[in-house]
């Protein structure tokens, strides 16, 4: 079984840019589709994207064309780069892995994913 940590998060002016990893433990990780899901104070946890392990990449509406999220397996991480932030990103950032792939699974969903980390707080100022 895998275990996740987030890292990378803090406060950046909108329009600016961050970069936040995912590390995950074991020698397994090539084995698992990846997600980053974000939740806002008040709010519900939504998806934000997601990386299959055979190489799809899936974005939400609210991000696509700003947000890229990457894999390196050589160094079992996956990463999301966030650019032109808007304060509405604000929010805990948080990374989930499946076992296996995206194959008749809704990726948008948290149950979906069966490890969760911990969370990193992304803050981005007006």
């Known amino acids: 079984q895998v275990q996740v940590r987030e890292s990378g998060g803090g406060l950046v002016q909108a329009g600016g840019s961050l970069r936040l990893a995912c590390a995950a433990s074991g020698r397994t990780f090539s084995s698992y589709s990846m997600g980053w899901f974000r939740q806002a104070p008040g709010k519900e946890r939504e998806f934000v994207a997601a990386a299959s392990l055979t190489g799809g990449k899936y974005y939400a509406d609210s991000v696509e064309d700003r947000f890229t999220i990457s894999r390196d397996n050589a160094k079992n991480t996956v990463y999301l780069q966030m650019s032109s932030t808007k304060p509405e990103d604000t929010a805990v950032y948080y990374c989930?892995?499946?076992?296996?792939?995206?194959?008749?699974?809704?990726?948008?969903?948290?149950?979906?994913?069966?490890?969760w980390g911990q969370g990193t707080q992304v803050t981005i100022s007006s």
């Open positions: 989930a892995a499946r076992s296996g792939t995206f194959y008749r699974v809704d990726y948008t969903s948290s149950t979906s994913y069966g490890t």
